[in-house]
């Protein structure tokens, strides 16, 4: 980064918000991806800047400089990611939103609220707690991450099954493209329910993972508040009961907030990295299912119907947990399932098929784990179809990629696909599964998306070579 291009930066912004110290231009080059192994490392970092505006408007002036000079910009929200969407490979500016978190209107007539997207959901559901009546439903397993950012990966997690993922919550959006012009795609502040009126930008935003522009405000739906929550473990002996047993509840109009399969030794493993005990022992794994209704007359006969359903598909004794002490204990295991193995987590592939074929995928890859003598934790959103692969250190004392490892990625994807499926549900292309993206799309389609890239920006600085590679 040439001196005059961080004195002209220091210029829109301050001395005090323009950062070139390498330790702390590192902090914000990394993400949580796996980088130590050697996937993805972030370089140079010396001749990175990182930039913090406060304002919309200074966002715009930082893009404008930054298309004028052909310098490539990596947008930076709450360092969630998990696909390598914001680690520099060239000299970059890191345009970190983290002061844009002031901002939080909740219009009660609307059901919505408007965030800066700094914002995080730790904050935003903070401010909500204090209004008992609506709340936001969507819960991507780390509290730490920004709306923005959640807008602009379509942040999923397990609660996904009722109400769907960010793509489903955002009413509208205001963005600076990477040319430097404010946008809001005719969203008229997110407040309108309908709007037919041309191409829907918006939503093409949502997922873009940081390529197409940068998101500065997102107005969200709020839903109204259900009163009444509980959890049920229900244990199998075989977990393609489990899977059979997920369409019937959904089938029979019961419609819960997540539905999750864990594997017995998995989940106890998990348990006693936290110090604490899973409530169940027995069985080959447990359908972990959340429930949320308005009434305790509703939420019982919805436990009764999911019970009667799984005991026809061969379940267990079935467990609910209905005090809040009791949810959050079982809450807390399920959240520590990444946590308990992620220093020897090599990649963790999110592949996604139609929940019919969930089960048949996690036999192959069963036989892919036997193949390759491989450690390989799965856990599946059983009613979307999401399953997460851990592929693992081969040997946890020595740091290194497995040789198989290429090779056991490959078949994994080729399965997914071969089931109806996608390379990824949740975490997005990215750098990481650029190559895989050409196994799911066509060349025609491929040339659709590096088209729509060059649209929104010419000359290709925003998040350069994520997702595809623009000539």
């Known amino acids: 980064m040439k001196k005059e291009h961080v004195a002209e930066l220091e210029g829109i912004l301050g001395e005090k918000w323009v950062d070139t110290d390498p330790e702390r231009v590192l902090s914000y080059g990394t993400e949580w991806t796996i980088e130590s192994y050697g996937l993805v490392s972030p370089k140079p970092v010396e001749d990175c800047v990182v930039v913090k505006p406060r304002e919309e408007e200074e966002v715009s ?23 390598a969407n914001a680690i520099p490979e060239e000299p970059s500016i890191i345009l970190v939103l983290e002061r844009m978190n002031e901002k939080i209107e909740i219009d009660e007539t609307n059901m919505t609220v408007t965030c800066e997207a700094g914002v995080t959901l730790e904050s935003l559901l903070e401010v909500l707690s ?29 609660r996904a099954v009722r109400d769907g993922v960010m793509r489903d919550q955002i009413r ?21 329910i309908k709007n037919n009126a041309g191409y829907d930008l918006n939503q093409l935003m949502i997922g873009s993972e940081g390529t197409l522009g940068i ?31 997920v369409p019937e509840i959904l089938q029979a109009g019961i419609m819960p907030l997540a539905v999750e399969f864990v594997q017995r030794e998995q989940i106890l493993a998990t348990a006693e990295d936290l110090g604490k005990e899973w409530p169940v022992t027995e069985g080959a794994g447990d359908l972990m299912i959340i429930l949320a209704e308005s009434s305790e007359d509703d939420l019982f006969e919805a436990a009764a119907g999911i019970e009667n359903i799984c005991q026809e598909h061969n379940s267990l004794n079935t467990l609910m947990a209905d005090t809040t002490k009791e949810e959050r204990e079982l809450l807390e295991i399920r959240s520590h399932f990444l946590p308990a193995i992620e220093d020897d987590v090599v990649d963790c592939p999110d592949i996604t098929v139609p929940r019919s074929e969930l089960g048949e995928l996690m036999d192959r890859l069963d036989k892919l784990s036997e193949k390759y003598d491989a450690e ?14 851990f592929i ?17 990625k490959q078949e994994m994807y080729e399965a997914t696909l071969d089931l109806g499926g996608t390379i990824t549900g949740e975490h997005g292309v990215g750098v990481l599964r650029k190559k895989q993206l050409k196994m799911q799309y066509s060349e025609r389609e491929i040339e659709i998306m590096k088209n729509l890239k060059k649209a929104f920006d010419p000359n290709n600085i925003l998040s350069p070579n994520r997702i595809v590679d623009v000539d």
């Open 172 to 192: 509208g959006m205001k963005a600076v493209l990477p040319t430097g012009e404010l946008v809001d795609f005719g969203n008229r502040d997110g407040k309108l």
């Open 376 to 389: 390989m934790p799965l856990m599946a959103h059983a009613a979307d179809g999401n399953l997460h692969a």
């Open 215 to 245: 998101v500065t405000e997102v107005t969200l739906d709020l839903k109204p508040e259900p009163d009444h929550t509980a959890t049920l473990i229900i244990p199998f002996e075989n977990r393609n009961d489990a899977f059979r047993a």
């Open 392 to 408: 693992m250190l081969e040997d946890p004392e020595v740091e290194e990629i497995p040789d198989y490892y290429e090779d056991l």
């Open 130 to 158: 204090e209004h008992d009546q609506l709340y936001f439903p969507l819960h991507p397993g780390d509290e730490g991450a920004q709306i923005g950012g959640m807008a602009i990966m379509n942040a999923g997690g397990v």
């Open 61 to 83: 002036q930082i893009m404008k400089f930054a298309n004028e000079n052909s310098i490539p910009v990596l947008p930076k929200g709450g360092n969630t990611a998990l696909a």
